[in-house]
């Protein structure tokens, strides 16, 4: 029996509920070796979102990952307070965690990135599951990341569908367009999981109640925190269920999904001040004739996957065992 | 028998092949009466356009429709020369009509926008399908005119769809988005029809045969100038074909086509100097629930309409019959 190479990852996220179900996934996930963790503001603060973080390792068995505070602020302006009426106060549903007894790395999250692009040259992967305010820092300090790194995957941005936090624009993109911008034009190939793929990818209150029954501690939290989430999504869907954004973007990372529909184009991002800030302009011109190559393009858009996506997270968050984890257990819980 | 009442109608195009056949349609149309034509610069420029319009209507039979020349240049820069490779350099595919005798209006295209909605209090309605400088023009001669027009339909915009200008922008819009958004913020309903609708309303070769086989001028005309426009489409398309922007837009302003799918949204014009100037943002973040109302929205965005709408244009351009022109007759043909 051959085991499958684990790709080394940097996760940089805000953690936030979402993030903490595609964190568990990257930890479950067996071709995934979580290499470092680095926070930034966005659903939470960039401490709020490292202390998510931390505690959630704890309770997975994965106390030893390092993770490193990033930035608090985005490059224009200052952070906005996150989004309590999606994420909750603490940024988990109100879900309580026992406090993790590691701390955080002495390093910030940009400069993770560039010692781990280092130490795995070649073979490092990028998930970005936040505002990209980390990542174009890492980039201004080491400029040859984008040969370093063999591929980096954002969760942002809206092609074809509406934005989530203007009518064209996306929340993480939003949160730091500047640097954004930035990121999708250094010289390194994109895969972008904007809302046209994640909004089609719906966990239900079925999958909830799966993630709840779980004997083991991480799917329980898991499941407490998205009660909190599917009332924000009722709003959306009409329905108690939510999105699934940051998860869909760590399994395409990992290829355990594959994109059925993904043109290769042009793409910026809006860094005006009109009403198109923070949006992600790509050029998707080419949609009658099946995406023709695009000359300079180096934007994998994600606009469709394959298979039953909620299936396969619930399944995969569910080889969490009692076994790894029971020790740490949950401290408490505000569902 | 009941005769149905013609509705007044102001026009205002860029003409241009399918502001010609939009044209056609609309003094074809048993329910519409084109009170006046006023042109913009667009696809040409205003004076060629007001030339290809007087043209046109002595083909057709209706010379006596005033034409009075609008704006040559947007509000900000000037005209950039038109689109010669969509339309062709004369602005009507190359096909030379005979030269009208009757000359332009003694008034300016808002002028004459203002006048007809004075003569016409509550029953005047406005078909724009060109940029939006002279519609933005006339609000600012006549503060009530949102008040004095019945109803406003504009071609133009893209909502989920991309652009055809920018990635993100459709050319009428980006042609002048000053005006677009003066014309969007004022106190009137207006009626987008955006490229989301307009894309999927193509005329396929055996159409342009139908009309080519007409014993009559201005089908036959029509058909000429669609062998240029279709050159064009076949390279969005991959087939000889064509969308048909301003036809589509005319049939839905004279109630002979029905939308399926249009919500009444928020909608702006960036105005900015970024890669999004030039698009109708439009908040279509109720797309998940059926598009619940939004508290002051006044734009209704037309993404689908019903029926074969090719099918119903030839239709009603084959009713031009040979005697009405014939006596004009074709000057000759580049064809």
Redesign the interface.
């Known amino acids: 029996m051959t085991v499958p190479p684990r790709h080394p990852f940097y996760l940089d996220c805000d953690t936030g509920i979402d993030d903490a179900l595609a964190l568990a996934y990257l930890l479950a996930a067996p071709t995934a070796r979580v290499a470092g963790i680095g926070t930034v503001s966005g659903n939470v603060s960039a401490a709020v979102g490292a202390r998510n973080t931390l505690d959630l390792l704890q309770l997975a068995g994965h106390a030893h990952i390092p993770v490193a505070l990033g930035a608090h602020d985005p490059q224009a302006g200052s952070f906005g307070g996150g989004a309590p009426w999606v994420h909750g106060d603490n940024g988990i549903g109100g879900v309580s965690l026992a406090p993790a007894v590691a701390e955080l790395a002495p390093e910030t999250a940009a400069e993770m990135l560039v010692r781990l692009a280092h130490e795995h040259p070649g073979t490092l992967r990028v998930l970005a599951i936040g505002p990209l305010t980390n990542i174009a820092e890492a980039l201004r300090l080491e400029p040859a990341l984008p040969q370093l790194v063999e591929e980096i995957t954002i969760m942002g941005g809206a092609a074809?569908?509406?934005?989530?936090i203007?009518?064209?624009a996306e929340a993480n993109i939003h949160n730091d367009p500047e640097a954004a911008a930035e990121v999708l034009a250094a010289s390194w190939n994109v895969t972008l999981v904007p809302l046209d793929a994640t909004?089609a990818s719906v966990l239900e209150e079925h999958h909830r109640q799966e993630l709840l029954s779980s004997s083991a501690p991480v799917p329980r939290a898991l499941g407490e925190m998205l009660g909190y989430y599917f009332r924000f999504y009722e709003g959306?869907?009409?329905r108690p269920c939510s999105a699934m954004h940051d998860p869909l973007a760590a399994a395409l990372a990992v290829g355990a999904v594959k994109a059925t529909v993904a043109p290769v184009v042009?793409a910026?991002v809006?860094?005006?001040?009109?009403?198109?800030?923070g949006?992600t302009?790509?050029?998707?011109?080419g949609?009658?004739?099946g995406y023709p190559e695009q000359p300079g393009a180096r934007c994998r858009v994600v606009l469709e996957v394959e298979g039953d996506f909620a299936a396969h997270l619930v399944e995969t968050l569910l080889t969490f065992s009692e076994s790894t984890t029971a020790a740490l257990g949950l401290a408490g819980s505000a569902a």
Chains 1, 2 share one sequence.
């Open positions: 074809f569908a509406p934005g989530n203007t009518p064209v909004m959306i869907f009409g042009r910026a809006d860094t005006s001040s009109g009403p198109g800030r949006q302009i790509c050029d998707l011109r949609v009658h004739m």
